[in-house]
């Protein structure tokens, strides 16, 4: 399994020294903002050229969401991760982290009551899927269908209810994204989760119990990795987290040291 990382703020903005930069904090790869990647697009192919460190992933920046109420919306958010997958395939990358959608809506905060039934979000969801399918395909990448929790979005919030989309459609490159933070909060049993939906699983996030740096709270990491492990996951595990301390690099550093620690003992 290999550790990368999203961008932060600490981090350079020029992009040849960000790679260098999160290579000299212990991360095999970089998880690319969508957005960053088609905006600088000729800076981030000569960043990994020279640097030959690689840009493994993408997450988020482009317009929309692909369960979004609006049918416009909908196809924006369609149209624009088609042309990051492009550009990410050029660049060597696998797949673009994709939730159903993100602060959209939620049933556990007024309204409480969203202007679709189920049925319908699924039908949204499936139809979506369908054309990004096949943009992942024509690009030799892959969707990371990603569930959230309860209160960042309404319509998928365990790995069970995003693999049932997948079964149901039949798609070769949907697979899921499992969030350990997320995870944390819906499944009432983290490592059961990840065996029963293991063959679904393409990627992997994860944030402490508190959204921090791994490390920084109660979450049990070593029981994740031990199940991604018992399922002969080999993909990447993404930090998505925010970096608590007064040296942020040492501490993201150290944080980076500690998965690795978590990791070696569970492949001894």
Not at 110 to 117: A, D, T
């Amino acid at each position: 399994m290999k550790v990368i990382t999203q961008d932060k703020d600490f981090f350079p903005s020029q992009m040849e020294e960000k790679l260098q930069f999160i290579r000299s904090l212990g991360f095999d790869g970089y998880e690319i903002d969508g957005k960053d990647l088609l905006e600088r697009f000729a800076e981030v192919s000569e960043a990994v050229r020279s640097t030959g460190f690689p840009v493994t992933s993408a997450c988020g920046g482009y317009r929309g969401w692909i369960g979004d109420f609006s049918r416009e919306k909908r196809e924006q958010a369609i149209e624009d991760i088609g042309e990051i997958l492009k550009a990410l395939s050029k660049v060597g990358g696998k797949g673009i982290v994709v939730p159903a959608a993100w602060g959209m809506f939620s049933k556990r905060l007024p309204p409480m009551v969203p202007p679709r039934s189920d049925s319908e979000d699924t039908a949204v969801l499936l139809e979506s899927l369908e054309s990004l399918n096949k943009m992942a395909a024509e690009t030799d990448t892959f969707i990371y269908l990603e569930p959230l929790n309860r209160y960042e979005d309404h319509m998928l919030n365990t790995l069970q209810s995003a693999a049932k989309l997948i079964d149901v459609g039949g798609f070769s490159n949907v697979r899921l994204t499992a969030d350990a933070f997320h995870m944390n909060i819906e499944e009432a049993d983290i490592r059961q989760a990840v065996i029963e939906n293991g063959r679904y699983i393409g990627h992997v996030h994860i944030a402490d119990s508190n959204r921090y740096q791994p490390g920084q709270a109660h979450l049990d990491f070593k029981t994740l990795f031990s199940a991604l492990s018992e399922i002969g996951y080999s993909g990447d595990i993404a930090f998505e987290c925010r970096v608590i301390g007064d040296n942020p690099a040492k501490s993201y550093r150290e944080s980076c040291a500690f998965v690795r620690d978590l990791l070696r003992s569970i492949e001894r």
